[in-house]
């Protein structure tokens, strides 16, 4: 399977200061990374690079063969959707917040309907579409912000630890959700999380952040075999 996204002596600096080094990290087409590390380690800062959001000190980033430094950056964005901690839905329906990328690329209503009822039941809020945003709870909100991620049909599913702000059993059914729709979806994903039972349960490989730094790739198994140094080893001692 080829890279999607290929990184090369990646240096990303915030305030001045170092906050993330990357030498080398491939992300296959269709894979799902999943990304840990402690808080501050510079997870988000990865997302963050991956969107184009923040530019390189030093390094690239290779997206289908080419450098997004080269890309056009609307064109490129377009490629990707965000999904974040907190679901930053709008005073509107359920079915127009779903629908609102699509409004904004001026997709046909009959089209953008019909993908609004498949990704909504895929998500199970199908029910909830007439609903407000603000009546909606925690996980039916974040359902929402998951089908309106994926009803852009992105190349990138950038997901920047989802499902922190809800309860954990509320949590344990969106990631089984989630693992059941990526495993049939094949969309390349990158899944940041501090836990790495979620990591495990979501992601292909698991890739380590500590410090600022991408300390070890590999499966979950992997890792917690032959942590690759003293760090990683007493981080997942802390889990």
């Known amino acids: 399977?080829?890279?999607?996204?290929?990184?090369?002596?990646?240096?990303?600096?915030?305030?001045?200061?170092?906050?993330?080094?990357?030498?080398?990290?491939?992300?296959?087409?269709?894979?799902?990374?999943?990304?840990?590390?402690?808080?501050?380690?510079?997870?988000?800062?990865?997302?963050?690079?991956?969107?184009?959001?923040?530019?390189?000190?030093?390094?690239?980033?290779?997206?289908?063969?080419?450098?997004?430094?080269?890309?056009?950056?609307?064109?490129?964005?377009?490629?990707?959707?965000?999904?974040?901690?907190?679901?930053?839905?709008?005073?509107?329906?359920?079915?127009?917040?779903?629908?609102?990328?699509?409004?904004?690329?001026?997709?046909?209503?009959?089209?953008?309907?019909?993908?609004?009822?498949?990704w909504s039941k895929v998500m199970g809020v199908d029910h909830l579409l007439g609903r407000r945003a603000g009546q909606l709870s925690g996980g039916e909100a974040q359902r929402v912000s998951l089908a309106r991620a994926f009803i852009l049909d992105p190349v990138l599913l950038l997901m920047d630890e989802p499902f922190s702000a809800v309860d954990p059993q509320t949590r344990a059914q969106l990631l089984k959700d989630l693992s059941r729709v990526l495993s049939h979806d094949h969309r390349t994903t990158i899944f940041v999380t501090h836990n790495l039972k979620e990591a495990a349960q979501v992601g292909d490989r698991v890739a380590v952040i500590i410090h600022g730094k991408l300390k070890q790739v590999g499966t979950p198994k992997e890792i917690k075999a032959k942590p690759a140094d003293k760090s990683v080893k007493e981080f997942l001692k802390e889990l």
Request: no cysteine; aromatic share 4%.
């Open 1 to 118: 399977m080829s890279a999607l996204i290929s990184v090369d002596d990646l240096l990303i600096q915030r305030d001045g200061l170092d906050a993330l080094s990357i030498q080398s990290l491939e992300i296959k087409r269709g894979e799902t990374l999943a990304v840990v590390g402690p808080n501050g380690a510079g997870k988000s800062t990865l997302l963050l690079a991956l969107a184009h959001l923040i530019k390189p000190a030093r390094g690239q980033i290779i997206f289908n063969g080419k450098s997004i430094s080269e890309l056009n950056e609307l064109a490129y964005r377009r490629k990707l959707s965000f999904v974040f901690q907190d679901p930053l839905l709008m005073d509107m329906s359920v079915e127009e917040n779903i629908a609102l990328g699509l409004k904004f690329r001026g997709t046909p209503k009959g089209d953008a309907r019909a993908r609004v009822l498949h």
